[in-house]
Every structure is written in structure tokens, then in C-alpha cells.
């Protein structure tokens, strides 16, 4: 996959531009605050239907405007693909070769891993930034898992809104006790597959990761582990089936806890990862260097999964990530960058950076005030 060509048409700091790309390595080079983000975001956001930074459609849209446009060429396979999100306040519309499509639908074709300082800060921030993690790594050990995951949603969706309904009292007990019993069946078994899922993968990942992370620290003994957190259980080494009888006796243990909250308290949403550095949890016995060190691995072994899977590399997208790095792991990242035949964008405000990379197909965009000044 190579992004051939971006437009922004009132997105974010942009009023209108046209971007060609380099095959290899982009590198956008400017002062905080000046739209190199803003840049990766729209690729990001186009290839795989969400943005990778919180928000709503209004952040999108440059100000005094009501509407944004994406637009972006896409080669896979030595077929070019038109890209176009249409974006108004309320609403997105995303179109493939002038079809509409859904995010999910674009996800299961194109292949983007993001390095960011929210990601690399993933393991002290909440649970919700490591489920996307896994979430993000699903898609790469299948992509139909794509389709798993959007349809749980839509579950949890539901479910959440018979609940709520109860709570403002839309909906007596007796009512919402026989929606949710029609209901549940169906988010449960979603929710034992999407948690299942996910404990596949991260088990499917953890030579690579161990491997990365050796490569990354320079230290052959070191040792890396994943638990699956649900109800407080690891359950890396849990059945299918072990999964749903988790989740379903759950259920039934917070069932008045749910009715009164008006949400749903159970399901893989809710489940968390937690990171072992020899053993131990790396969000209480890892300094912030090592934390680093353990995404940026996970990443790494995803990418070196994807290779695996589908014979092709992801395009990666780095987000400042290399001015939060030591210069060994930094060092290390960008031998890693070298060896791998893939597209690469990065955003930094060291213009010396691009020497680091010494490619011949390398492009340096300079970024000022939404402005592309070569």
C-alpha cells in the first residue's frame, strides 16, 4: 500500500492543499503546533475510518467552516484505488472508487500502524488506549476481525440503550428484563468471540514481541508477557467457551448493578491488557522509558505479524515518537525503519532528522501554519 497523492480541503489548519508522496520515507518538518499531526491524522483517518487523536467531526473542520474534505490516491497490488471522506459536523461519508463504503470495509483493505505519544503512554493511561492496541493488532492477524468488532459495537450499542431507556424510565423493569434477555444471547456470544479474539492474538504475538523488545533494549534476557484481564482473571489461557461462561455468569452477577447504572458493566469493552516486565506489571514496576520500550516492541512485532500474515508491511505513520525516545532505542527504531520495504511518514520538529534516514526516496515537507512550504 503507498498513499500516492493527499488533498485537504478545510481540514483541520488546511485550507487547500495537494500533497504528493514519496513511495518510501516522508518526513514533515516543522515547529509544534503548525499541522504536521494534523497531516498524519487525514491519512490515518481516511485509510481506516477513524482518527487516531480524540475528538469530534467539529475538530475536524476548520473553523468558520461547516464542511471538510478528504480525498486521497491509493496504489495496492498495482491497482489504484480514489479515496474521498466527505465530513460535516454530524456526519461522515466515505467513498472507495466513488462507492460508498463503511470504515469497516476500508479497514480490511488498507493497513496503517500509527506510533504516537499516546501510544507509547498507553500502558500508565487507561484501559480504553490498550484494548485499541488490540483492537488495532485484530485486524492484522485477520480482517475479517474488522467485521467482529463493528458488529459488537453495534451490540453494545444496543444494549446500552435498552439500559438507558430504563433509567430514564422510558422503559419499566419487566420490559427492559425481557429486551435484554432477547439481547443477550447475541452480545454474548460477540463478546466471547471479540475477547477471544483478541487473546489469540496477543498470544500469536509474543515471540515477535519478545524478539523486538530483546532487539530494542539490547538485552537478549530480557522477558516480555500479556494478561488478558476479565473480572480480575487472566485469561490468556482460557477457552473459547471458558470466555462465555465468564462473560454469562458475569452478566447475571451485575444484572441489578446494570439496571441502575443504565449501562452495560460487562463485556470485552470493559476487559483490560496488562503488560509483564519479568513478570511484573509494567505499570507499577516499569520507569517511563521502559513503558516506551514495550509498546514501541509491540508495534514492531505487529508489523513484523502483518509481513507474515499478508506478505506485505503496513504503512507506519511516527508521530513525534522519535524525540521521545533515548538515542539507542531511537537508534534502534530507525535500523528497524530501514530494513523493513514499506511506506513511512514521519512528523518532527528536528530538522536534522532526515538525515538519519539517508534514502534516496526520501521526501522532506517543511510544514508552517497549515502550509506546505516546498
Known amino acids: ?47 481506516q475510518g477513524d482518527s487516531f487523536r480524540y475528538g469530534d467531526n ?33 456526519r461522515k461519508v466515505l467513498t472507495l472508487n466513488d462507492k460508498k463504503v463503511s470504515s469497516t470495509d476500508v479497514r480490511k483493505i488498507f493497513a496503517s500502524v500509527v ?17 485499541e492496541l488490540v483492537d488495532e493488532l485484530l485486524i492484522t492477524f485477520e480482517r475479517k476481525n ?16 435498552i439500559l438507558k431507556n430504563h433509567l430514564e424510565g422510558l422503559n419499566d423493569k419487566s420490559v427492559t428484563e425481557n429486551l435484554l434477555e432477547a439481547l443477550n444471547p447475541q452480545f454474548l456470544r460477540l463478546g466471547a468471540d ?11 504475538l ?20 500479556v494478561e488478558y484481564v476479565i473480572s480480575d482473571q487472566n485469561a490468556m489461557s482460557f477457552s473459547r467457551e471458558e470466555v462465555h461462561f465468564a462473560l454469562q455468569k458475569r452478566v447475571q452477577e451485575l444484572h441489578d448493578a446494570e439496571l441502575a447504572s443504565g449501562t452495560s458493566l460487562v463485556g470485552p469493552h470493559k476487559h483490560d491488557i496488562v503488560f509483564l516486565y519479568g513478570q511484573k506489571d509494567s ?47 531511537r537508534d534502534a527504531l530507525i535500523t528497524f525503519l530501514h530494513e523493513i520495504n514499506t511506506q513511512i511518514f514521519v512528523t518532527t520538529t528536528d530538522f536534522t532528522l532526515p538525515d538519519s534516514f539517508s534514502l534516496d526516496q526520501l521526501s522532506v515537507l517543511r510544514i508552517k501554519d497549515g502550509h506546505i512550504l516546498n
Open 115 to 131: 506510533f504516537s505519544p499516546e501510544s507509547l503512554s498507553s500502558i500508565k493511561e487507561g484501559a480504553d488506549h490498550r484494548r
Open 194 to 204: 471479540l475477547a477471544y479474539a483478541r487473546i489469540t492474538a496477543l498470544a500469536g
Open 1 to 47: 500500500m503507498i498513499f500516492e497523492r493527499l488533498r485537504l480541503v478545510n481540514f483541520r489548519n488546511y485550507r487547500d492543499v495537494v500533497i504528493p508522496f514519496s513511495p518510501r520515507v516522508n518526513v514533515f518538518v516543522g515547529e509544534n503546533g503548525q499541522g504536521k499531526t494534523n497531516l498524519l491524522e487525514a491519512l490515518y483517518l481516511i485509510s
Open 58 to 90: 467539529t475538530t475536524l473542520i476548520n473553523s468558520n467552516n461547516q464542511e471538510a474534505l478528504i480525498q486521497a490516491l491509493i496504489m495496492q497490488n498495482d491497482l489504484h484505488y480514489k479515496l474521498k471522506l466527505g465530513l460535516t459536523k454530524s
Open 206 to 225: 509474543s515471540k515477535d514481541f519478545n524478539n523486538a523488545m530483546q532487539y530494542i533494549s539490547g538485552n537478549t534476557s530480557v522477558d516480555i508477557s
Open 283 to 329: 505499570r507499577f514496576y516499569c520507569s517511563q522509558g521502559q513503558q516506551r520500550a514495550i509498546i514501541l516492541s509491540y508495534k514492531m512485532a505487529q508489523i513484523v505479524y502483518h509481513r507474515k500474515a499478508h506478505g506485505t508491511y503496513p504503512v507506519l505513520m511516527l508521530d513525534d515518537v522519535l524525540s521521545e525516545l533515548d538515542k539507542a532505542k
Open 146 to 161: 474488522a467485521d467482529l468488532i463493528a458488529d459488537y459495537r453495534k451490540a453494545l450499542k444496543t444494549r446500552n440503550k
